[in-house]
């Protein structure tokens, strides 16, 4: 079992930062990949970026490549999704996941945080 735990949300105006934490416990997290995935009002959830057990392999979704960044420490139970150049389609509440190596699905999600970029 997994328990993840966002922050860092907040409002900004387009072309702000804002970096996300997720704070997992459980003795097993350092061996599971982990996400982000982010659901904006009146739409699906959506996939943001994801990085492997070690921090490698890092993958993001094409609306945000180029201007989200996606890392973890291990030692801290930590993972981070550092977005740049935010526009107002960024708008969201933003979820942390995660989810067993040999699965594809993601069956470990936090309560998410919400992030307002303004025009």
């Known amino acids: 079992q997994v328990q993840l735990v966002e922050s860092g949300g907040g409002a900004v105006q387009a072309g702000g930062s804002l970096r996300l934490s997720c704070a997992a416990s459980?003795?097993?997290?350092?061996?599971?990949?982990m996400g982000w995935f982010r659901q904006a009002p009146g739409k699906e959830r959506e996939y943001v970026a994801s990085?492997?057990?070690?921090?490698?392999?890092?993958n993001y979704a094409d609306p945000v490549k180029g201007r989200f960044t996606i890392s973890r420490d291990n030692a801290k139970n930590t993972v981070y999704l550092q977005m740049n150049s935010l526009k107002p389609e960024d708008t969201a509440v933003y979820y942390c996941?995660?989810?067993?190596?040999?699965?594809?699905?993601?069956?470990?999600w936090g309560q998410g945080t919400q992030v307002t970029v303004s025009s």
């Open positions: 459980g003795r097993t997290y350092s061996t599971y990949p």
């Open positions: 996941a995660a989810r067993p190596r040999e699965q594809l699905e993601w069956p470990y």
């Open positions: 990085i492997g057990r070690s921090g490698g392999n890092p």
